[in-house]
T-cell receptor, first 114, second 112 residues
Framework: DGGITQSPKYLFRKEGQNVTLSCEQN?????MYWYRQDPGQGLRLIYY???????QKGDIAEGYSVSREKKESFPLTVTSAQKNPTAFYLC?????????????FGQGTRLTVV | AQTVTQSQPEMSVQEAETVTLSCTYD???????LFWYKQPPSRQMILVIR??????QNATENRFSVNFQKAAKSFSLKISDSQLGDAAMYFC?????????FGTGTSLTVIP
């Protein structure tokens, strides 16, 4: 089955540590996205990528980094510079050339700083 | 700037009744797509319905329909014959180019 896989589902991080959230898709989509979801704030864009080896900052990129070395993979690193990383993180993908294409989402990763 | 506003943080509906969730957006563009997503307690985002801005006809998917008012930049979701499984967070979204802009969500409770 085609889809987006995020791992792990739950992640605990100590303060001062970097952690990487995995996102893999087998939908052959060019565009991939990372969103952060906090209660009452909807989905806020962290980074997005339209093609391999290219990505752009979203609205809340500070304290995060990404890479796009393969079309299928778009990992997100939450660095120690992110002041309040506890949140639910969603990865998504869409068809770059089809404006009617919705965003397809993974199951999400819940990150907690302990 | 593209913004999407959902002014109802919480709504409730009796089972089998009809409920309408509101969404407004701000854009200067004329060609774009709008979406409603459902996020149940599992937190998996599920597409409910989509609407192309150039189409006058309101989209319908089974019990879900939209009221799209382009001039007013309004895109409300109507759920008919509400079921317990409709209880979820609902997000309105706007796509322009390859960017998606989401509202803050409406939490829908279905009362048996």
């Amino acid at each position: 089955d085609g889809g987006i896989t995020q791992s792990p589902k739950y992640l605990f991080r100590k303060e001062g540590q970097n952690v990487t959230l995995s996102c893999e898709q087998n939908l052959n989509h060019d565009a991939m996205y990372w969103y952060r979801q906090d209660p009452g704030q909807g989905l806020r864009l962290i980074y997005y990528s339209q093609i391999v080896n290219d990505f752009q900052k979203g609205d809340i990129a500070e304290g995060y980094s990404v890479s796009r070395e393969k079309k299928e993979s778009f990992p997100l690193t939450v660095t120690s510079a992110q002041k309040n990383p506890t949140a639910f993180y969603l990865c998504a993908s869409s068809i770059h050339s089809d404006r009617s294409s919705e965003a397809f989402f993974g199951q999400g990763t819940r990150l907690t700083v302990v | 700037a593209q913004t999407v506003t959902q002014s109802q943080p919480e709504m409730s509906v009796q089972e089998a009744e009809t409920v309408t969730l509101s969404c407004t957006y701000d854009t200067s563009e004329s060609d774009y797509y709008l979406f409603w997503y459902k996020q149940p307690p599992s937190r998996q985002m599920i597409l409910v319905i989509r609407q192309e801005a150039y189409k006058q006809q309101n989209a319908t998917e089974n019990r879900f329909s939209v009221n799209f008012q382009k001039a007013a930049k309004s895109f409300s979701l109507k759920i008919s014959d509400s079921q317990l499984g409709d209880a979820a967070m609902y997000f309105c979204a706007y796509r322009f180019g390859n960017q998606f802009y989401f509202g803050t969500g409406t939490s829908l409770t279905v009362i048996p």
